[in-house]
């Protein structure tokens, strides 16, 4: 009977160590299958430096933002080292000297940084942010809500798809008007309707394509904006972007304490091997070394290609949905750079390498929409690494003394693009070529970047779908394009995150809500069991 649970959740990355945290805290007898030797996923802190040890990176994802009060709270997460520090101005330095900085909270420092390059865009930013904030307001909470089946006649189903039109409905015609645009528009058209400068909706454009396959004149690509953009999710908090003390491993490991805490039980080294299924049904899984576990529910937090071609078959699956998933695009071209610096940047706008604000935030490398266009083309079109990549950049030691000696910083770069064919081959020597040209750019803006770096750690698409199982590399576990959101994700009619097999739910961030460190999909797919009472909510 010890391989007999209450419940199984595949994958121990933050959304399926969330599960598993919940189905624990509601009594059931859990456990959670990790296939690397350790749990996080992409969330991990890790030292990849053989001659420094001493220094630590956050290996693939590298802030937080958009993790609910709900889930903090609920399991405890502060109690178990969730410490995130909200971090500094947006900043972009240009190669004539010049720099913009714009703050959260500090709207007149934000002016006069802005006004440099447009007085107009100056005082057009509070309404765009005011904006932003109203279409947030309505839909932010529709990232803790199930998409509802769209087109099906069933009255329960009905009843979803009205409460969804009834919140939008706040929007009034305009807002609703603006909310289509959203989800259609790319990020470069979005912005030319505000903005006249092209260093301002340079730095804007950076939110429309993180983690993209597209460029910012793709449409689609305004949503992937607001998707970063939000911050609150529905609690009546305002979240914002940080740093985690420790890196972004300490928030797995809040997570995974929270659910041993509850009476989970967590193994690594545990790769399953196939999902066992008779009658339409999850009964448990068979692990690579034999092992059986059976259990009348399950949970599967990793990619869908994986979970439902490879660990079940198309044999168990509908036809139009394993067809679905098959045609599920998770492409990316994303590079995911981790530097070890002996100093600060010292750059020419901003000059000085004591810590400073725009130390403290993001530091760009996205000039103008066009500079960020030809990147993606480089790749898309011409099928080479990018001569002149973009770059969502951050110094978290400037907040977080637990990664580095005093004194030694680490630049986190999440860069892009390199062709998607790249994640069929490690592509080594070309990889170091691209990331010679990142630090050479930063170089142009701060002289002694170049001469500062002590090593580093250049993972490419072939690295994220070994290591972690990220199908092309997809940090989202597939594309947030127009055609694979909402009810679409992961596929029409199982949006609801739930499974065609019966006793089988489905929490991974290809789901509603993922994208991002927040743990939702997973909480979601716990609530979906509660909804079937499979499981009893506790009180």
Known sequence: MSNVYDAIVIGGGHNGLTAGAYFARAGARTVVLEARNKTGGAADTSAPFAEHPEIKVTTYSYVMSLMPPTIIRELNLKRHGYDVTPFGPYYQAYPDGRSIMVYADDAARSYDSIAQFSKKDAETLPKWEGWLQEVADVLGPLLLQKPPKVGSMAFGDLIESARAAWKVRKLGVRGVGDVTRLFTMSITDLLDDWFESEEIKGMLAV????????????????????????????????????????????????????????????????????????????????????????????????????????????????????????????????????????????????????????????????????????????????????????????IPTTMDKQLAPEGVHVFSMFTQWVPDDWVNEPHRDELEQYADRIIDLYTELAPNFKGAVIDRQVLGPYDMEQELGLIGGNIFHGELSVDQLFHMRPAPGFADYRTPIRGLYHGSSATHAGGGVNGIPGWQAYRAAVRDRAIKKPR
């Open 207 to 394: 939110n429309g394509i993180i983690g993209t396959w597209a460029g910012p004149d793709e449409p689609g690509t305004a949503y992937v904006m607001l998707h970063h953009s939000i911050g609150d999710v529905g609690d009546g908090h305002l979240g914002s972007w940080g740093f985690q003390q420790g890196g972004m491993g300490a928030v797995s490991d809040s997570i995974r304490r929270s659910a041993e805490a509850f009476g989970c039980e967590v193994r690594t080294d545990a790769r399953v091997q196939k999902v066992l299924v008779s009658g339409g049904r999850f009964r448990g899984v068979v692990l690579e070394n034999g092992e059986e576990l059976r259990a009348p529910i399950g949970v599967s937090s990793v990619h869908p290609k994986i979970a439902f071609l490879d660990l079940i078959g198309t044999e168990e699956l509908p036809a139009d949905f394993a067809r679905d998933i098959e045609h599920w695009r998770s492409r990316s071209g994303v590079v995911k750079i981790n530097v070890a610096m002996s100093e600060l940047p010292d750059f020419i706008a901003d000059p000085g390498k004591e810590l400073q604000d725009h130390h403290t935030g993001s530091v760009e490398l996205c000039f103008t929409p066009r500079y960020a266009e030809e990147a993606f083309q480089d790749s898309h079109m011409f099928r080479k690494a990018s001569e002149r990549p973009f770059v969502d950049g951050v």
